[in-house]
């Protein structure tokens, strides 16, 4: 317990908290970034994007060696990465576009031929003296022992231009993403702006490599959006929210990591955001599985509660037990079924409130205003005060409901 909350206050080391700062930094970025591919349905784009970074890994790990540098430079590393995973990504919307395969089927081959080619070149390296001590196995799964300062320098101002690039567009990705139609009738460039989205990803995929890894990269950039989108309906409002959701998974995930050393940085990360999105998912006040469940019982309350009124109005039995219990519990019908005076008097309000609205249609013709009715939603929240005495003008003195 004290480690852990040491590594919590970046007490508990130097590597620990670079680690711990830099998993932060790239959490929310990812987050970010991923918000409006989510949006756009083409989550999955990141998964070949990511899956493309590695024949670049290998490629730059070559090059470098053959020119007589060092193959880990994490710099040409990098560059190598967002080479192909670029090349990855136009080839997506190359064949989305030009040939009759859809987009998914797309993505399946870009995703499975470039990563094939990249483990390739792995196993291709690991026979050369040069790449036999090159680590490159770490970009798949990630690897945080040896993270550097300038590590966490790339990852914080790549992060910081990919949430403010996100930021800045937030507008024309918004409208591309609920709407392409829209968007392009009013002269935005879709093509180009999906190309921007996905460069987004490419982006945050490529700086996330070297921590996460590339199979977990996908993770960060689609758990945070997703969860986000629990908790808000605005987009604005779901950048900040999945960045922050994306932060907190990445600085909680390596200080659990910091505070227990066997366990590997990248999937605890992915762990606590995947229980960060489980939360959502059943807590959340509007889109929560338990809210959901609040309301569906909220309306069957109201139904059972309007049938029931409706049949004492009638003089009809109450065969429904559930029906009987509410009404017995509201105080509206005795234990057995005989109506109450507050219930005679619900009942009749029920029943003048059908005549109210049947008289509403006939004189507002309007099906925006009477069609809002349910026959769960009070007329009071409808119409004012004073239409509903003059429906009550036109329908004369109300009818009592009478007890057995």
């Known amino acids: 317990m004290n480690l852990f909350v040491d590594a919590l206050f970046l007490q508990a080391g130097y590597n620990a908290a670079l680690v711990a700062i830099g998993a932060g930094l790239l959490g929310f970025a990812a ?34 060696v053959g020119f007589g540098g060092d193959g880990r430079n994490l710099v040409g590393l990098i560059a190598g990465s967002a080479v192909t995973a670029w090349i990855g990504l136009l080839l997506i919307e190359w064949i989305s576009r030009r040939t009759r395969l859809a987009e998914d089927a797309a993505i399946g081959a870009v995703l499975g031929v470039f990563f094939g080619v990249g483990i390739v070149l792995l196993t291709v390296i690991q026979t050369m003296s040069a790449g036999r001590q090159a680590g490159l196995e770490s970009f798949l799964l990630g690897s945080t022992a040896g993270m550097l300062f300038q590590d966490a320098t790339v990852i914080a101002i790549g992060g910081s231009l990919a949430v403010l690039l996100t930021w800045l567009m937030r507008r024309p ?48 950039l689609i758990i945070p959006a997703v969860a986000a989108r629990f908790w808000t309906d605005r987009s604005t409002s779901m950048i900040w929210i999945a960045g922050g959701i994306g932060g907190a998974s990445g600085y909680l995930g390596a200080v659990l990591s910091a505070s227990a050393p066997a366990m590997p940085t990248g999937p605890i990360i992915v762990l606590v955001a995947a229980a960060i999105f489980m939360f959502s998912l059943l807590l959340a006040p509007d889109r929560g599985v338990l809210a959901a469940l609040f309301r569906h019982r909220g309306f069957q309350t109201r139904v059972h509660r309007r049938q029931g009124l ?16 509410l009404l017995a519990r509201e105080g509206l019908v005795r234990p057995d079924g005989v109506p109450t005076d507050a219930g005679r008097a619900q009942a009749a309000k029920v029943t003048r409130d059908e005549r109210r609205w049947d008289v509403a249609r006939e004189i507002y013709q309007d099906a925006g205003l009477t069609g809002r009715y349910d026959g769960l939603t009070p007329i009071e929240d409808v119409f004012t005060a004073d239409e509903i005495a003059e429906f009550d003008r036109q329908l004369g003195p109300p009818v009592t409901v009478r007890g057995d």
């Open 310 to 325: 409706l049949a004492l109005a009638a003089r009809h039995p109450i065969r429904e037990a559930y029906t009987l219990r």
């Open 173 to 220: 990705m918004t409208l591309v993403a609920f709407d392409s139609d829209y968007a392009a009738a009013l002269g935005y460039d879709v093509r180009r702006i999906d190309l921007l989205m996905m460069g987004l990803v490419m982006a945050v995929a490529v700086i996330g490599l070297k921590l996460v890894g590339l199979i977990l990269i996908v993770a960060m």
């Open 31 to 64: 987050g970010a970034s991923g918000t409006f591919p989510f949006l756009r349905k083409r989550a999955l784009i990141a998964d070949a994007v990511a899956h493309a970074t590695l024949p670049g890994v290998g490629l730059a790990f070559v090059v470098m």
